[in-house]
């Protein structure tokens, strides 16, 4: 839970007829074997206060996620956001507690996938997905990884094609890359620069070029090192 950056975001989202659970060892840092961040209690109620005044503070659990069970969770949540323990044990023990914490079109976030600093965060995902056939990553962004369970994706895919979606991507130069992960059509979110921008457009303008079913025939992919991409 840290400072509660992220639990604010839930208490935003958080309808007057849901409830919100935190998790965080707080003064028992001994049990912080990743060092992953070391929440205070009174920052974070501080920082709920300040920001949430209008809502309860959230039901909070001061221990290991390890020492929870489905009992204290609950179930059928619609999003269960992890970045406690940031070890491979620890993360696939809190998938697997998301996963009976979850509905069946429920949604598991989790933090620092990609983050060279904590390898076993990979891992544990990577090991919990292998060893079940229900949970898929559906997309990857601000440091987040989804994963929904595959019933339930095609009608979260629904929502890359909403125009307001679009817009707001658009609106803040976000990119939507699709590509194959775990066998799944994986979506990615990145923020372009400038230099991005004007690489992107000069690749659309060379896919669109008439040069390119004749280069593609030739079976030519790359110019200059650029991959060119199907037409946008
Ligand atoms: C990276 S911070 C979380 C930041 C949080 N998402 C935010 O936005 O404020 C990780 C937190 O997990 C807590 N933690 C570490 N290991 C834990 C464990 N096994 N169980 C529960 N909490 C743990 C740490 O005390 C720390 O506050």
Redesign the pocket.
């Known amino acids: 839970?840290?400072?509660?950056?992220?639990?604010l975001l839930f208490g935003l989202l958080t309808d007057d007829d849901e409830t919100l659970k935190v998790?965080?060892?707080?003064d028992q840092?001994e049990?912080?074997?990743?060092n992953?961040?070391?929440?205070v209690r009174s920052v974070?109620e501080s920082n709920w206060h300040r920001w949430l005044a209008d809502k309860k503070l959230p039901e909070i659990y001061q221990?290991?996620?390890?020492e929870l069970s489905s009992k204290n969770t609950g179930t059928n949540y619609r999003l269960f956001?992890i970045?406690?323990?940031?070890t491979a044990q620890?993360t696939e023990a809190d998938m697997m507690l998301a996963d009976r914490a979850l509905h069946k079109k429920g949604m598991m976030i989790i933090?620092d996938y990609f983050d060279a600093a904590f390898p076993g965060v990979s891992e544990g995902v990577n090991r919990f997905l292998n060893n079940q056939n229900t949970w898929r990553p559906l997309m990857y962004g601000f440091n987040k990884m989804f994963l929904v369970r595959s019933n339930a994706l095609a009608e979260y895919r629904q929502a890359f094609n909403d125009d307001s979606f679009l817009e707001l991507c658009s609106g803040r130069r976000y990119v939507l890359y699709t590509q194959q992960f775990f066998a799944t059509e994986f979506v990615t979110v990145r923020q372009s620069g400038r230099a991005q921008d004007v690489l992107r457009s000069a690749r659309r303008k060379i896919a669109r070029s008439p040069v390119m079913p004749v280069l593609e025939k030739s079976g030519i992919k790359k110019i200059y090192g650029m991959l060119i991409r199907p037409r946008e």
């Open positions: 839970m840290h400072h509660g950056k992220s639990s998790c965080d060892i707080f840092q049990k912080n074997v990743s992953s961040g070391a929440g974070f221990c290991a996620s390890a956001s970045d406690g323990g940031h620890e933090d």
